[in-house]
């Protein structure tokens, strides 16, 4: 059993930066690549980034490559999204989820096991 908790989320300027971590709790953390999604109004939830248990391999969507960067500590159970120079169109809910991957590809193949709660990220223009 994992439980996450995001928090960092909140209203940033377009072009500024956010740093959004999930806290999580439960021994099963390390075993699991960790990832980030959003959901915007009226839209599906979407991919946006993944990490393997060890951070040694991400994987982006294309809207967030170059921009977004998802990294670990395994240490202290916490995964983060630091979102660097972010557009109104980042406005989502963003959820992380513990992740099975089944493949990594391009794009990966995975199986979602546990999600956080979401929290609110709203990108002003």
């Known amino acids: 059993q994992v439980q996450l908790v995001e928090s960092g989320g909140g209203l940033v300027q377009a072009g500024g930066s956010l740093k959004l971590s999930c806290a999580a709790s439960?021994?099963?953390?390390?075993?699991?690549?960790m990832g980030w999604f959003r959901q915007a109004p009226g839209k599906e939830r979407e991919f946006v980034a993944v990490?393997?248990?060890?951070?040694?391999?991400?994987y982006y969507a294309d809207s967030v490559k170059g921009r977004f960067t998802i990294s670990r500590d395994n240490a202290k159970n916490t995964v983060f999204l630091q979102m660097n120079s972010p557009k109104p169109e980042d406005t989502a809910v963003y959820y992380c989820?513990?992740?099975?991957?089944?493949?990594?590809?391009?794009?990966?193949?995975?199986?979602?096991?546990?999600w956080g709660q979401g929290t609110q990220v709203t990108v002003s223009s």
């Open positions: 989820a513990a992740v099975k991957i089944t493949l990594w590809g391009n794009p990966p193949r995975y199986e979602t096991d546990y």
């Open positions: 439960g021994r099963s953390f390390s075993r699991y690549a």
């Open positions: 990490s393997s248990w060890s951070g040694s391999t991400t």
